[in-house]
């Protein structure tokens, strides 16, 4: 039991882990619906605290302590039934990509059609766009930067926090600023939130957590809310939901796309093509 296990090695724990394991013993039922950004936030930890507490206690990692823990509170109305039902963790390919695509599918029900219009709108009409994400979240927001771009958008990216910085504070009122975190509670990306605000742009954010911290610096959420993430578990969060709603983005901004702006893009793109090899 998995309840009983962290009160019996409680003592054995470090204080980090005592934390994450406090959280749990107080709030089981909201645990095996967070993801384990969501758990390290609101412990104060880490996601690396998050799995050695689990593996204290005998468990591979958080998805597996969500799935025994799900079954433990079976009883509760609102324990995850799904979750529950499983019993080992995902072992060959066939299973993960499955997961991964119910994953995916969930974020229909959380971001709709209205937002991305709304994103698209800002993007269309902003005289520059600036993207930017923490950390590995970095990979989503430069790959966005580079399609906008081809898409006929001026749009901007550094993995520098310092060179974002003082690249928002040159920027204008009218252009727009696009955070991407993953768990909404990067210090460096609400940092960058707060001088584009200070400069007079509109501030969107995609994460995935429907409570981060960052979202109080945003004029437009996007959030993805997938709470089962397979990678999760091991200290990898998957980046796969953040990357689905910039692709929504982009499938939708050309409908709003000024013709000369995505001429451009595909004039630059022709022009490019000569010196890919």
């Given at each position: 039991?998995?309840?009983?296990?962290?009160?019996?090695?409680?003592?054995?724990?470090?204080?980090?882990?005592?934390?994450?394991?406090?959280?749990?013993?107080?709030?089981?039922?909201?645990?095996?619906?967070?993801?384990?950004?969501?758990?390290?936030?609101?412990s104060g930890t880490s996601?690396?605290?998050?799995?050695?507490?689990?593996?204290?206690?005998?468990?591979?990692?958080?998805?597996?302590?969500k799935i025994n823990l799900?079954?433990?509170?079976?009883?509760?109305?609102?324990?995850?039934?799904?979750?529950?039902?499983?019993?080992?963790?995902?072992?060959?390919?066939?299973?993960?990509?499955?997961?991964?695509?119910?994953?995916?599918?969930?974020?229909?029900?959380?971001?709709?059609?209205?937002?991305?219009?709304?994103?698209?709108?800002?993007?269309?009409?902003?005289?520059?766009?600036?993207?930017?994400?923490?950390?590995?979240?970095?990979?989503?927001?430069?790959?966005?930067?580079?399609?906008?771009?081809?898409?006929?958008?001026?749009?901007?990216?550094?993995?520098?926090?310092?060179?974002?910085?003082?690249?928002?504070?040159?920027?204008?009122?009218?252009?727009?600023?696009?955070?991407?975190?993953?768990?909404?509670?990067?210090?460096?990306?609400?940092?960058?939130?707060?001088?584009?605000?200070?400069?007079?742009?509109?501030?969107?954010?995609?994460?995935?957590?429907?409570?981060?911290?960052?979202?109080?610096?945003?004029?437009?959420?996007?959030?993805?809310?997938?709470?089962?993430?397979i990678l999760g578990a091991?200290?990898?969060?998957?980046?796969?939901?953040?990357?689905?709603?910039?692709?929504?983005?982009?499938?939708?901004?050309?409908?709003?796309?000024?013709?000369?702006?995505?001429?451009?893009?595909?004039?630059?793109?022709?022009?490019?093509?000569?010196?890919?090899?």
């Open positions: 039991m998995i309840l009983k296990e962290i009160r019996r090695v409680y003592s054995e724990m470090f204080e980090a882990e005592q934390k994450v394991a406090d959280f749990i013993l107080e709030h089981p039922e909201q645990t095996v619906h967070m993801s384990m950004a969501e758990l390290s936030a609101k996601d690396a605290t998050v799995v050695r507490m689990c593996r204290h206690i005998g468990q591979s990692g958080f998805y597996q302590l799900a079954g433990e509170l079976s009883g509760a109305d609102d324990a995850p039934k799904e979750e529950a039902e499983k019993t080992e963790e995902v072992r060959d390919v066939v299973d993960f990509v499955d997961e991964v695509s119910r994953n995916l599918a969930t974020v229909s029900k959380y971001v709709s059609k209205q937002q991305i219009d709304e994103l698209c709108d800002a993007i269309s009409s902003a005289g520059a766009v600036y993207t930017f994400g923490w950390g590995s979240t970095y990979a989503v927001a430069f790959d966005f930067a580079h399609r906008l771009l081809r898409t006929g958008v001026r749009a901007y990216t550094t993995e520098s926090v310092e060179r974002m910085m003082r690249t928002v504070l040159l920027g204008n009122e009218g252009d727009l600023f696009i955070a991407i975190s993953h768990s909404g509670e990067s210090a460096f990306t609400i940092e960058c939130m707060k001088l584009a605000r200070m400069r007079g742009m509109k501030v969107a954010l995609i994460q995935n957590s429907p409570d981060g911290t960052a979202a109080s610096q945003s004029d437009l959420t996007i959030c993805t809310n997938v709470d089962n993430d091991w200290g990898h969060d998957s980046h796969l939901p953040e990357f689905l709603v910039c692709d929504l983005a982009l499938y939708f901004l050309r409908e709003k796309s000024a013709p000369e702006a995505t001429g451009a893009g595909d004039a630059a793109e022709r022009i490019l093509a000569k010196f890919k090899l």
